[in-house]
């Protein structure tokens, strides 16, 4: 006799959710402080991720997501404010 097809559990939204926090709130007043110290230089990505102790991805996602006008990319993966 073939076994009976079974189901997937149904899956919820907090079971689809990650247990880490989102960090946007605090980038979001820490990333253009470190900016505005740095000059018209700016800072490479992998800069702001070592001083803030973040993957260089959460970094890289957070600039793509960034609605600041005054932040600009200057370089290869290097950013600066320019306000």
Known sequence: ??????KAPATT????QS????????????IPELLKRAGKEGL????IASRLGLKA????RWFYDCKIKQ?????????????
């Open 57 to 60: 991805g959460s970094v890289y």
């Open 19 to 30: 247990g880490r926090p989102r960090n946007y709130g605090r980038l979001k007043a820490s």
């Open 13 to 16: 939204i907090g079971a689809l």
């Open 44 to 47: 490479a990505v992998k800069e």
């Open 71 to 83: 932040i600009k990319k200057v370089g290869l993966a290097r950013y600066a404010w320019v306000g």
């Open 1 to 6: 006799m073939a076994r009976p097809i079974r």
